[in-house]
């Protein structure tokens, strides 16, 4: 999995909106990603390397660790998608958009982009 598809998979599942603090715990992390919570400390370690995410860990016994999401989903979603297009494999494009986007909005652009792209031929 793709770092980006990390950052889309935890922001659908704790985001509320962008730049919220959300109050998390590192086995729901764990579980979010389908790993165990050694390697989900590694992969958000990455995501905050990448400027994805700003994690804060929780200090003590029963301290709540926190997350701030910094890329908004839809935009950087919209990118993969159109990445994934021009490679040629837009089986995943669609994929990607289907699983994780939020509004149809981002879909339409996505179809607006293809329709242009394939005019232009």
């Known amino acids: ?7 889309l ?5 704790f985001a509320d909106k962008l730049r919220d ?3 998390v715990s590192l086995v729901d992390v764990a579980d979010a990603l389908y790993c165990t919570e050694r390697n989900a400390r590694l992969i958000l370690r990455k995501l905050s ?12 016994r029963g301290n709540r660790s926190r997350i701030i999401f910094r890329e908004d989903n839809e935009s950087l979603l919209l990118g993969l998608a159109q990445k994934f297009t021009e490679a040629g494999d837009c089986n995943k494009a669609f994929h990607l958009l289907q699983t ?6 981002t ?11 394939l005019s232009s031929l």
């Open 1 to 7: 999995m793709l770092t980006i598809e990390h950052y």
């Open 100 to 105: 994780f986007s939020a509004d149809t909005a």
């Open 49 to 60: 390397e990448e400027s994805f995410i700003e994690w804060k860990a929780g200090q003590g």
């Open 107 to 117: 879909i339409e652009i996505f179809m607006a982009w293809m329709s242009n792209g």
């Open 21 to 23: 603090e959300v109050e």
């Open 9 to 13: 998979t935890l922001y659908r599942r």
